[in-house]
């Protein structure tokens, strides 16, 4: 261990522009560096999903020790903040805890330090979210909102490209290669900032998607959630003296990609067993005699070589809801937990996200299980039910009561952490006037010659319907919070026949929110159907895949001989 020091006595770095951190005074605290060249230390204030970094560092063969108290900032060698959810809340929980000072002095001092998403954008002056809200102050500029108004789905969901801008051993490799992004709220280059910055990326303009000064690193995109190319980009930070993992490139990555998304019914059989199984218009039971629950394998070994396989996302459906198990219990945990530290993109999980009460009569709100989801690996959760009792609610009375799962949800983990999932029945109709719902005309007629229909919303597994369409609920829930629409079609499900392309069309031009397609995928050319005729922005298939009937290897490749962007 080195001896004690006091902080004041180590100088910036020659050379270097001045820190925008020195006009922040930071109170004087004596540490001892922790010397331990094998351990990072990590600073997680407790919002969101920080497993996934932590199980990527240890992937890489790192130890890990948690920020418990400004001093550990101090004394860290190498450390590392994943910053997530909403930009007020983490300067508060850091303002208060006196971590803001720490860090503001540690990157004085010119340690090495790797921001992730939120831990960039609190680097800069300032923010507009809930705003403006005043951050750290060390670099020049001010976080602001995507303009949705433009016609830009916002949040930004998905894998787009670098451009890379200077050169740094934190990005070498990356050049060519899609990375995770997920967020609302971006900073902007410009001349009093422009020389931290080592890439941008396009996303309607350019904005800053990695930044380099000395040992100071951050990027707005999320490493621990971008496949090989993002554990390549942490071993460059965690072994700057490495020669780093070459990530091969077949295609050069130039603008967000769609994506190719697995999903993975996860249910107890009848013996009482997890697996991933595979409804029929929401059947999953055989139609044999044994009438079994169908069993197309174990959800995290699915989940694993999914991820192997090249899914750009793996999404979990709870559909058995678990509702006697206390929450520390819930066999879903495990599955998430067991998978995040296998599969390095992002994890979904829905099903049983409300209120309940358990066996033992103890109440959980909502919010509270979606908590333990995010503790658990989970990067967003998906609310299905729960969110379309809301939506009626808010279109009866127009008041946003706050009190709804969605809007807690997306309140404290932000609405990029919030899927809502519709699941539809098409109801045909000869006049549009016959209902109050939004109607379109189909490609294929009715069983009567229709020429309209409508998409009328269910719950409880498609089992009740519901007085709402698709088109209206979508409409609403974006205006609760959801961040994302997981579109789903009980007509189409597993018939192998192809998206509804009515149905995603109608809502993917209807709110400007990402929307992904789900149900009824067969081949590999309804996939780069509904990506050309759809603003759809992810196209999601279980039972293809699971079968092993089309590989998503196959898919990828014929999206990318369709001119469809992808990564690869």
């Avoid at 997680?44 to 996934?52: E, H, I, P, Q």
């Avoid at 959630?225 to 490139?249: M, R, W």
């Avoid at 008041?399 to 539809?424: H, W």
């Avoid at 709110?511 to 050309?532: D, L, Y």
Wanted: hydrophobic content about 40%; glycine content about 10%.
């Amino acid at each position: 261990m080195a001896a004690a020091t006091s902080i004041n006595a180590v100088p910036c770095s020659a050379g270097r522009p001045k820190r925008r951190s020195q006009r922040r005074g930071a109170s004087t605290v004596s540490v001892r560096a922790s010397g331990d060249a094998s351990t990072v230390t990590l600073l997680d204030y407790g919002a969101g999903n920080v497993r996934s970094v932590r199980n990527a560092i240890r992937h890489l063969g790192f130890g890990i020790r948690d920020v418990r108290s400004p001093e550990d900032i101090l004394a860290a060698d190498r450390l590392v903040f994943p910053g997530v959810g909403a930009f007020g809340s983490a300067m508060d929980v850091l303002t208060r805890s006196g971590m803001a000072d720490a860090l503001r002095e540690y990157i004085r001092r010119d340690r090495p330090f790797l921001g992730i998403c939120l831990g960039l954008q609190l680097l800069f002056d300032s923010s507009e979210e809930n705003g403006p809200i005043s951050g750290l102050g060390v670099i020049p500029g001010v976080v602001r909102r995507f303009d949705s108004s433009k016609g830009l789905i916002v949040p930004h969901i998905g894998w787009n490209a670098l451009e890379i801008t200077k050169d740094t051993q934190l990005l070498k490799g990356a050049e060519g290669h899609h990375v995770y992004f997920v967020h609302s709220y971006h900073a902007l280059p410009s001349d009093e900032n422009k020389e931290w910055i080592s890439s941008v990326c396009n996303y309607g303009e350019s904005f800053i998607s990695s930044i380099s000064m000395g040992n100071i690193q951050a990027v707005q995109f999320h490493p621990e959630k971008s496949g090989a190319t993002g554990l390549s980009i942490l071993k460059n930070f965690l072994s700057p003296n490495s020669s780093g993992s070459k990530v091969p490139s077949r295609r050069k990555a130039s603008n967000l990609a769609k994506r190719v998304i697995a999903c993975l019914d996860v249910r107890s059989n009848d013996s009482g067993d997890l697996v991933v199984t595979k409804g029929d218009q929401y059947d999953v039971r055989d139609h044999s005699s044994s009438k079994e629950v169908r069993n197309l394998g174990k959800p995290v070994d699915l989940a694993s070589q999914y991820y192997i396989d090249g899914a750009d996302e793996v999404s979990f459906l709870n559909i058995t809801g678990f509702r006697d198990f206390p929450l520390g219990d819930l066999p879903m945990l495990e599955v998430l937990r067991c998978a995040s530290e296998k599969v390095f993109v992002p994890l979904t999980v829905g099903g049983g996200i409300r209120d309940f009460t358990d066996a033992n009569g103890r109440y959980y709100s909502s919010l509270e299980v979606a908590s333990e989801y995010f503790r658990s690996g989970a990067d967003k959760i998906s609310i299905g039910s729960d969110a379309v009792f809301a939506a009626e609610a808010y279109l009866q009375t127009g008041v946003k009561t706050g009190k709804s799962s969605l809007e807690q949800i997306s309140r404290v983990y932000g609405n990029q952490a919030v899927v809502v999932s519709i699941d539809p029945r098409r109801v045909y109709v000869k006049n549009p006037e016959e209902v109050q719902f939004k109607t379109v005309k189909v490609s294929n007629k009715g069983p009567l010659g229709e020429e309209y229909a409508w998409y009328q919303c269910t719950v409880s597994g498609g089992r009740d319907s519901r007085p709402i369409g698709a088109y209206e609920l979508a409409k609403a829930v974006e205006e609760l919070g959801a961040g994302e629409i997981l579109l789903n079609c009980i007509d189409c499900d597993g018939q192998g026949c192809g998206f509804d392309i009515d149905l995603v069309k109608m809502v993917s031009d209807a709110v400007t929110i990402p929307v992904i397609a789900s149900s009824g995928a067969g081949t590999v050319e309804h996939f780069s159907e509904v990506f050309e005729k759809t603003n759809a922005s992810a196209a999601l298939a279980a039972g293809i895949f699971h079968r092993k009937e089309v590989p998503i290897s196959a898919v990828k490749e014929h999206l990318v001989d369709a001119g469809v962007e992808v990564r690869v």
